[in-house]
T-cell receptor
Framework: DAGVIQSPRHEVTEMGQEVTLRCKPI?????LFWYRQTMMRGLELLIYFNNNVPIDDSGMPEDRFSAKMPNASFSTLKIQPSEPRDSAVYFCASSTGTGELFFGEGSRLTVL | GENVEQHPSTLSVQEGDSAVIKCTYSDSASNYFPWYKQELGKRPQLIID?????GEKKDQRIAVTLNKTAKHFSLHITETQPEDSAVYFC??????????FGRGTSLIVHP
């Protein structure tokens, strides 16, 4: 398996623009997580899906953030409108729900 | 919710020395405690984990200890090598396996 695949790897955009991050989890994994990593706050859980259903979205900062998982092999995290404080590395991770998380390479977002 | 505190934030050691990273957690229902290593510019990867029914687990040069009464757990790395230099994250979770991560420890091993 190729592991968790995220795109884009790098995104530079201007404040106010819409940003869409994509994730393909490992086949057979039923849990999917979106994390945000910054120097100030470390690894923060944004949202957790189980069997494509959002279970815990308490970490989503505000209404500007939204996430979807239309099927077992694809998820998106959207920021609209983006702000400079959204600049971070966004990780997607998947698991079988029994412990270990497998992270993607991350999407580094810079909002100017 | 769960709160995980991790110390120190930075740890600098000489090659061959031991390194110890400590974490505390707040939720007494947490029963799974993984440790992840993140090399510069890379993804976090699991290096060792421990469940609440054991007090210690070893894997070559790394070991993790758990004290459920005190709600703290530690990562021990012996005979450190330059390739051990990375950021290490502890985490805690319940049976749902949704981990809450500590803030991370930057380990620097000097040759």
């Amino acid at each position: 398996d190729a592991g968790v695949i995220q795109s884009p790897r790098h995104e530079v955009t201007e404040m106010g623009q819409e940003v869409t991050l994509r994730c393909k989890p490992i086949s057979g994994h039923n849990s999917l997580f979106w994390y945000r990593q910054t120097m100030m706050r470390g690894l923060e859980l944004l949202i957790y899906f189980n069997n494509n259903v959002p279970i815990d979205d308490s970490g989503m900062p505000e209404d500007r953030f939204s996430a979807k998982m239309p099927n077992a092999s694809f998820s998106t995290l959207k920021i609209q409108p983006s702000e400079p404080r959204d600049s971070a590395v966004y990780f997607c991770a998947s698991s079988t729900g029994t412990g270990e998380l497998f992270f993607g390479e991350g999407s580094r977002l810079t909002v100017l | 919710g769960e709160n995980v505190e991790q110390h120190p934030s930075t740890l600098s050691v000489q090659e061959g020395d031991s390194a110890v990273i400590k974490c505390t957690y707040s939720d007494s229902a947490s029963n799974y405690f993984p440790w992840y290593k993140q090399e510069l510019g890379k993804r976090p990867q699991l290096i060792i984990d421990i469940r609440s029914n054991v007090g210690e687990k070893k894997d070559q040069r790394i070991a993790v200890t758990l004290n459920k009464t005190a709600k703290h757990f530690s990562l021990h790395i012996t005979e450190t090598q330059p390739e051990d230099s990375a950021v290490y994250f502890c985490a805690a979770s319940r049976r749902s396996y949704i981990p809450t991560f500590g803030r991370g420890t930057s380990l620097i091993v000097h040759p």
